[in-house]
């Protein structure tokens, strides 16, 4: 069956709902560039004021998942496992996860992205590591997860293509901030990893991309109920992005963490250990995971089976033997930065909050994320908290260590450090845990 676009956009400027026909027809139409920029645009937009119900969304993700290729894993007959972020400064575990759920014989098939505006991304994170290679083949990830259980790449040209172009599109038409087109986004390349669970980390708070609590519950629900629908379970820890996670936000500096974190370093300052939440958040996404793949009778066993695979060094080995199968070379130092200085608390009081998306914007001056896709990064740019929300500093405290192989974006960089904290006289009200809510 064929459409006339302008008669879909119609329908849904005007509110009404798509049959599955009209969105696989709309999605393949696109992909084929047999329907124009201009006109998926103002369907993008016509979505961005009109929404799409839990059927419209399901569908909308099963027809980007299968605008490319997808992974076939069903000759392994064991779990699936993938752990997602929604995006944040700091986050850093899928490196922590990955080795523990190999370490637990658990088949992870990560595809994992760049930085997106403020927030970090994974592959960038590893490619701080000499020789490491993101652009495994179709057939190398597919051999990796089959026999090593962990391996990781970028999305490549053949998957979601859909995705790739309306994420694009999207970009610069201001339908990113849709949460149906979010959903679908995130889920088509989930659901092309021919996953059997999902753990979804979507974060809230001023690092995110969802500031409240309230919209990364409905973004949430709205994952988990489009995973279900495509025969996956999902369980969605909404976790707290009002602090960078951890010491250090970067590319080199979060690699080392990971490093520290699964070598059982701690590092306590003003009595308190900054790799801390870290170490919590990849045990208990972890710990879910396990759950999922069935290797424990709860995600709390789960979390505890996967902090003894950190304890007994079981996942530090499976780091280095990941490194090594994708080119990295483990006995190289990470790069370290030339040139380094401090921000510093300009009065005397207590910590009431760090605007972390502007952390993550000093980052980006620092090098360490792009203002334009095409920039190159300096891997060895990168933040560290040295206080945390909460904590009296004295004036003159450093609050920020900045890094980087530059002094270029140094001043920008304290600048939008500085104006990201805030020192007041009191406790700080209400304080929102690490993980402020679970959908299982
Ligand atoms: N990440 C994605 O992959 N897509 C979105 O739309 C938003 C975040």
């Known amino acids: 069956m064929s459409y006339i676009p302008a008669e879909l956009i119609k329908k849904k400027k005007n509110g009404e709902s798509h049959t599955e026909d009209e969105i696989r027809w709309i999605i393949r139409a696109y992909t084929n560039n047999e329907l124009p920029d201009y006109q998926m645009a103002a369907w993008a937009m016509a979505v961005w004021f009109r929404g799409m119900n839990e059927h419209e969304i399901s569908v909308f993700t099963a027809a980007m998942r299968d605008s490319g290729n997808r992974f076939d894993f069903s000759k392994l007959k064991s779990p699936r496992i993938d752990k997602h972020s929604t995006g944040g400064v700091g986050d850093k575990t899928s490196l922590i996860i990955g080795p523990i759920l190999a370490a637990a014989k658990v088949h992870v098939p990560m595809i994992a992205g760049r930085g997106l505006g403020h927030s970090g991304g994974t ?12 652009n495994l083949t179709r057939e190398e990830f597919q051999k990796s997860v089959e026999e090593n259980y962990f391996a990781l790449m970028g999305q490549t040209h053949d998957i979601c293509p859909a995705d790739r172009k309306l994420y694009a599109l999207r970009d610069v038409t201001s339908t990113v901030d849709s949460l149906p087109l979010i959903c679908g986004s995130i889920m088509s390349k989930k659901l092309s990893e021919d996953l059997t669970g999902l753990v979804m980390d979507v974060k809230f708070g001023s690092g995110a991309f969802m500031k409240s609590l309230a919209d ?40 080392q963490e990971c490093i520290d974190i699964l070598s059982n370093k701690t590092f306590v300052e003003h009595d308190f250990d900054f790799y801390e939440p870290t170490r919590r958040l990849s045990v208990e996404l972890a710990g879910h995971m396990l759950y999922l793949a069935k290797k424990c009778d709860s995600p709390a066993e789960g979390a505890s089976l996967a902090e003894s695979l950190v304890q007994s060094g079981a996942a530090l080995t499976e780091f280095k033997l990941f490194l090594q199968r994708q080119g990295g070379d483990w006995q190289a130092e990470l790069p370290r930065a030339q040139h380094s200085d401090v921000v510093v608390a300009a009065k005397s009081g207590i910590l009431q909050s760090i605007n972390t998306e502007l952390v993550g914007l000093a980052g980006i001056e620092l090098g360490a994320g792009r203002k334009k896709s095409e920039d190159k990064i300096d891997h060895t740019a990168g933040i560290e908290t040295c206080r945390r929300v909460g904590m009296r500093v004295t004036k003159g405290d450093i609050i920020f260590n900045v890094f980087a192989n530059s002094t270029a974006g140094f001043a920008s960089a304290k600048n939008l450090l500085l104006s990201a904290i805030e020192i007041g006289d009191t406790q700080p009200k209400e304080l929102l845990p690490l993980v402020a809510k679970v959908l299982m």
């Open 123 to 134: 592959l960038d994170k590893l490619e701080s590591i000499s020789g490491f290679r993101v």
């Open 216 to 255: 990364a519950q409905a973004l949430s629900q709205l994952l988990k109920t489009t995973g279900e629908k495509n025969g996956i379970d999902v369980t969605v820890v909404i976790s707290n992005m009002n602090e960078p996670l951890g010491r250090f936000s970067g590319n080199s500096v979060e690699v």
